[in-house]
């Protein structure tokens, strides 16, 4: 099978094209040929090696696995014969067992595994495009920040894969939503119900006076020292981004501080299956409700995928960019 491969770290032109071993599943595994996959900033940052904290779960001095790759959907080709929840034919969408692998053709994975069914009126991109946004947004919103209805909130990096999906979950818990984001991203994120949206270029909300409950940054670009001002007296600044400060801001706000304000990282990835499956159920009926909508910027062959990581390495990428490694029913 063609697999996107890299065996050591660096720029986009580390990833190279090969056929490799194409996997068969074991008796409790399911072999699923890839329709889409994304490149995620997760893909980018494990690709470039810079990143101490990224290393450690990719491999110090290179790679421990060879294909990136964290969201997928396709079609089940086989089951393994312990198999009795799904059957060949079935599509299916979700995340890699392992935080890799999604870049190939073909994946297996354990029948309990990151994924459900994919509905008809989902297509094979836009259920490709849910994964990693939506189990990374909707944990630290509903479980880290404890959203509620009325809370104002604000959304940083609110175009992007995450954060488009933040502000449609904020949304639907009842929150009153700010999306920060750039110029050229403002009308997208006021489509997606943000109630207000900052010009990042033009103001710096920790000057504006606005008070907030909960503070998202989906995109690693401020910390809890630039924010706190601006969070309410018991708020919570949420970070995706692991970085050396932020460990010793959650430990001192959560057991320590005694202002009421908070600091967290939640580490989404390591969550069960089970956790990620019932997720990927609430964001699906959503979908299925038009309360929720994935949201795609660009779409590359597999055989450009080096391209697609050089245009997410620019940082300005709108929510997903997809890959289409089988285009089959023109992606429905």
């Known amino acids: 099978m063609k697999a996107v491969t890299y065996y050591k770290f660096g720029s986009p032109d580390v990833l190279k094209i090969k056929e490799v071993e194409k996997p068969e599943p074991k008796e409790n595994e399911i ?16 690709r470039k090696g810079d990143n101490f904290f990224a290393r450690l779960a990719t491999g110090i001095f290179k790679p421990r696995a060879s294909i990136l790759g964290t969201e997928f959907s396709g079609m089940v080709e086989e089951v393994g014969t312990n ?11 979700g ?4 935080g890799n692998g999604a870049h190939a053709e073909y994946i297996c994975l354990p029948e309990d595994g990151p994924f459900v069914i994919k509905p008809d009126d989902i297509t094979y991109e836009e259920a490709a495009a849910i994964p990693y946004g939506a189990l990374t947004a909707l944990p630290f919103l509903r479980d880290s920040g404890k959203i509620n209805s009325g809370q104002k909130v604000l ?24 999306g920060l984001c750039s110029s050229s991203n403002v009308e997208l994120v006021k489509s997606l119900g943000a109630d207000k949206v900052i010009d990042y270029t033009k103001e710096d909300f920790t000057k504006n006076g606005e008070i907030y409950d909960i503070i998202f940054d989906t995109v690693g670009k401020t910390s809890y020292s630039a924010c706190k001002k601006s969070l309410s007296k018991y708020g919570t600044y949420l970070t995706a981004y692991l970085y050396v400060s932020i460990l010793f801001q959650m430990l ?18 390591l969550r069960t299956f089970q956790d990620k499956v019932r997720d990927l159920h609430f ?6 409700k038009g309360i929720i909508k994935p949201v795609i910027d660009k779409k590359y062959p597999l055989e450009e995928i080096i391209e697609a990581h ?19 029913e023109n992606g429905s």
């Open 31 to 46: 072999l699923v040929k890839i329709c889409n996959t994304t490149v995620s900033a997760v893909d980018s940052i494990f």
């Open 83 to 93: 198999v009795k929840l799904l059957k060949k034919g079935d599509k299916v969408f």
């Open 155 to 178: 959304i940083i990096g609110a175009s992007g894969s995450v954060g488009t999906f933040a502000v449609q979950f904020a949304k639907h818990f009842g929150a009153e939503v700010t």
């Open 252 to 269: 001192w706000t959560t057991k320590i501080s005694k202002n009421g304000k908070k600091a967290i990282i939640a580490f989404t990835g």
């Open 95 to 98: 995340s890699s067992a392992n």
């Open 283 to 288: 964001t699906k009926e959503l979908f299925e």
């Open 310 to 328: 050089r245009y997410v390495d620019k940082g300005h990428k709108k929510g997903n960019v997809i890959i289409i490694i089988d285009n089959r």
